[in-house]
Nanobody
Framework: QVELVESGGGSVQSGGSLRLSCIASGFRYSGYCMAWFRQSSGNPRQGVASICNDGSTTYADSVKGRFTISQDNAVTTVYLQMNDLKPEDTAMYYC?????????????????????WGQGTQVTVSS
């Protein structure tokens, strides 16, 4: 079975940086996409960034130029480097994965595109 384990959340001041990590295990097929979502109180879950096994990436407009998603294929680990953090980035961040479509996946920042989820890691940015 697939398991996703996140780490790296914390509290920083506005303008600071954090790096989130997500280790995936249990993927059966070589094609996959993984993504980061976030959810703050009272708001729907929002897609932040995604990456597939071919290295293709997708970003939400709100994080372009500040966040970078990357991966280590050898151990199926996905990272989210978050720079120039703003208070509005405060949320619970979730790692998500799918192991059916890989690079053919459309709607890469929609939560219903993913069937596997981590437990979440909190990111808090103070002004």
């Amino acid at each position: 079975q697939v398991e996703l384990v996140e780490s790296g959340g914390g509290s920083v001041q506005s303008g600071g940086s954090l790096r989130l990590s997500c280790i995936a295990s249990g993927f059966r097929y070589s094609g996959y996409c993984m993504a980061w979502f976030r959810q703050s109180s009272g708001n729907p879950r929002q897609g932040v960034a995604s990456i597939c096994n071919d290295g293709s990436t997708t970003y939400a407009d709100s994080v372009k130029g500040r966040f970078t998603i990357s991966q280590d294929n050898a151990v199926t680990t996905v990272y989210l480097q978050m720079n120039d953090l703003k208070p509005e980035d405060t949320a619970m961040y979730y790692c998500a994965g799918e192991n059916m479509w890989g690079p053919y996946l459309s709607n890469r920042l929609q939560s219903n595109s993913y069937e596997h989820w981590g437990q979440g890691t909190q990111v808090t940015v103070s002004s």
